[in-house]
């Protein structure tokens, strides 16, 4: 069966560090793979998504950036945090046409 | 540009009842829609997919109900039970070519034992 995993589950970060959250797939290939931020009092709102390694569309522009090295890891990046980059982070994935989604990690900026 | 739009933002309701929830869409050329279920600091749970071609979808106390033309869904959920007590998701895809979800910004449903 299918699994996807993230991590960590949750961060705390002061402004202008960096970030790197990581998700992977099991038990599938070729998978669509997506990032999504939920922020408080908003809904989700799609950040990435990647058709397969190293491609990668952003929907939103901002100071984040994510990456596929491989089929089934997405990597959510920034350089330097700003405080609206709090929120909660999802990943999923799809192979048809439903999207399954990873536990989140809930990121506090300070 | 795509909006969804989910009325109630918060329901509560005694346990038992019937309820329904509705969503709307601005652009009717969706591929398909899913609602899903957030439990409070948690990834979602997909409950049902409709595709385009779909009038509605039923699994186990849940129905949904799609109506393109209009621009609406609605998840009804009989004989509610505190376990139902979670955000649920209304969110479309208006293509097939593999971009995402766009979702509202859910319902809150309370159901009190």
């Known amino acids: 069966s299918q699994t996807i995993h993230q991590w960590p589950a949750t961060l705390v970060q002061p402004v202008g560090s960096p970030l790197s959250l990581e998700c992977t797939v099991e038990g599938t290939s070729n998978p669509n793979l997506y990032w999504y931020r939920q922020a408080a009092g908003r809904g989700l709102q799609l950040l990435f998504y990647?058709?397969?390694?190293?491609?990668i569309s952003s929907e939103v522009p901002q100071n984040l950036s994510a990456s596929r090295p491989q089929d089934r890891q997405f990597i959510l990046s920034s350089k330097k945090l700003l405080l609206s980059d709090s929120g909660f982070y999802l990943c999923a994935w799809s192979v048809s046409d439903v999207e399954y989604f990873g536990p989140g990690t809930r990121l506090l900026v300070l | 540009k795509q909006e969804v739009t989910q009325i109630p933002a918060a329901l509560s309701v005694p346990e038992g009842e019937n309820l329904v929830l509705n969503c709307s869409f601005t652009?009717?050329?969706?591929?398909?829609l899913q609602w899903f279920r957030q439990d409070p600091g948690k990834g979602l749970t997909s409950l049902l997919l409709?595709?385009?071609?779909?009038r509605e979808q039923t699994s186990g106390r849940l129905n949904a109900s799609l109506d393109k033309s209009s621009g609406r869904s609605t998840l009804y959920i009989a004989a509610s039970q505190p376990g139902d007590s979670a955000t649920y998701l209304c969110?479309?895809?208006?293509?097939?070519?593999?971009?995402?979800?766009?979702f509202g910004k859910g319902t809150t449903l309370s159901v009190s034992s």
């Open positions: 969110a479309v895809v208006t293509n097939q070519a593999g971009t995402a979800l766009i």
């Open positions: 990647s058709v397969g390694i190293g491609q």
């Open positions: 652009d009717s050329a969706i591929y398909n």
């Open positions: 409709i595709q385009s071609s779909q």
